[in-house]
């Protein structure tokens, strides 16, 4: 009887095996017909719409970023995707908080046995209440952290020994020194040395204040970026139950040299301590006075968000009993592919004279674009899909990847059954692209697949050209990489046809230089949608190979992200 069990079982492996070959084989017949859809055109007729004037920019919370957020949403109906956003619509609805800084009435000072430093707002810090309350203040001891960074996978912790609670914490940006790759990446940057984690360990900690010293080299953009940023309205997740600072500022390098003076240290001997194992945290003999004063302004904005429902379990268990076939699926479970893309951008300046509107067609117009365009294609296809295809267009990228925050924690399903985030923004068309970066995807058990599916669309990965700048953080997938889900976006080149690398790496400084994040990001007739249209393909070829794989995407053992992977998937 066992025998026969036995030889049973092998039977139905080899019928459900065959019938797993079948399904793919027809399925993969399916995805090219929708992968050969893709047109150009429409990516091109899309991108021209969305960055038209009428939209104003497409800023959250005004007249623009809502009309914006509606049309994608009229988009993924006609298409027949389901809702996903909230009370069965396609719209995720985000309660905002914007804090602007008044700098007459915010007052900053440090003290100690020598006459106070009275800081300038501007020239010497910035600052925001992340407490989201119109006044604030503060008088606190102030806490040398080093580089304020807990990463017990490198065997460090700043904060080891110390109580910040009700302190305010002084820190370097960036990461300890490293040239060796598995501690703090060596070159690259790690979240670690990223400004919002040194925030949000400061607040977790307990720390009523934070301090970031700024250095040009360590964090790759002068102070003039640093006070361009923070003088305006700051935005944040009103409902985020996450610690908060009163203070989370900035200060110039000589305001740092200044206080550790007046502390009987040096600038130097901090910062080479600071990079050194066994540092320990400082009390200095100083403190933080401080009088916070902003505008308050609540809104809402909406993140899109569209599926494709899967069947939720494995083709090879097509038309069997779950009794029968344990062994081989969970039909509960998901293992769901997305595709993000942020649709905001910087809205408008009221009363400007000429052009005051900034129209982000490629920034990120295009993202969008080619969104709407596989959505269209996935969804025109008429596939049976073994798991959901999902499609969100998320808003306040600008004001720091907050809405991919809020959808990475409040997914349209469980983080831990979302496989992989495929991430879109601004790729600028001006040609067929010969290269791809997909900084991140090596971190993932993906990789493979991805450099086969690279090298049959004919394009060559390249690394990330600036990893000490920290690029991998500064995207919507990083949000859904917070929460386990790998994620990774995909991004050109500058090997174009028909053109060298001296072309296209001209064209980028071109880009960046005059039209980036200005007026000038405007639509243009003569761009060339091909290659854009190539990376949807690219694109959906790789989310379907993620929902028809064995075995769901997952983090390298080690990775920064395995972690909260694993405790996504323990819930």
Known sequence: ???????????????????????????????????????????????????DDLFEGRYPGLRGGELAAKYIATQFALYGLKPAGDNGTYLQQINFVGMKVKPAETTVSVTGKDPAMKLKFGDDFVVSNQTLT?????????????????APEFNWDDYAGVD?????????????????????????????????YKFEQAARKGAVGALIIHRTDLASY??????????????????DANPRLQAASWIQLDVAKRMFEASGMTLDGAFDAAGKRGFKAVELPLRLKAH?????????????????????????????EKPHCEFCCNPKED????????????????????????????DNGTGVGML???????????????????????????????????LGQHPPVPAAQIALDINYDMLVPIGVQKEVNVNGAQRTTFYPEVEATAKRFGLAIVPDP?????????????????????????????????????????????????????????????????????????????????????KTVEWNKGDEFEAARKASEAK
């Open 1 to 51: 009887m066992r025998r026969n069990g036995l030889l049973c079982g092998m039977l139905l492996v080899g019928v459900a095996a065959q019938a797993q070959v079948g399904a793919k084989a027809d399925q993969s017949a399916g995805i090219r017909k929708a992968e050969a859809s893709v047109r150009p055109e429409n990516i091109r007729a899309q991108v021209k719409l969305i960055s």
């Open 134 to 150: 119109a006044e604030t203040d503060i008088d606190a001891p102030v806490v040398f952290l080093g580089y304020g960074a807990t």
């Open 164 to 196: 910040v609670k009700g302190k305010v914490i002084l820190c370097i940006v960036g990461d300890p020194p490293s040239n060796d790759p598995k501690f703090f990446g060596g070159d690259a940057l790690t979240y670690y040395g990223r400004w919002t």
């Open 222 to 239: 002068g102070w003039d970026v640093v006070k361009n940023s923070n003088s305006g309205e700051k935005t944040y997740l009103r409902d």
């Open 292 to 320: 916070v004063s902003s505008e308050v302004r609540k809104f809402q904005s909406a993140n899109v968000v569209g599926m494709l429902s899967g069947e939720n379990y494995n083709p090879m268990c097509v038309g069997k």
């Open 335 to 362: 293992q769901a592919v997305l595709y993000t893309a942020h649709y905001d951008h910087l809205g408008f300046v009221a009363g400007m004279a000429g052009d005051n509107i900034y129209n982000g067609a490629a």
């Open 372 to 406: 709407l365009e596989m959505a269209r294609a996935w969804s025109s296809a008429g596939l049976t899909l073994p798991h959901s295809v999902i499609f969100s267009a998320v808003t306040a990228e600008e004001q720091g990847l907050l809405g991919s925050e809020y």
């Open 466 to 550: 600036t990893p000490s700048h920290g690029s991998y953080y500064r995207s919507d997938h990083f949000s859904l990489s917070r929460v386990g889900i790998p994620a990774f976006s995909v991004d050109a080149g500058t090997l174009y046809e028909g053109h060298d690398h001296a072309w296209g790496a001209a064209q980028e400084k071109d880009f960046n230089d005059n039209r980036y994040h200005n007026f000038s990001d405007n639509f243009d007739e003569t761009w060339d949608f091909r290659g854009d249209a190539n990376l949807v393909r690219f694109g959906m070829d790789l989310g379907w190979q993620v929902i028809h794989a064995s």
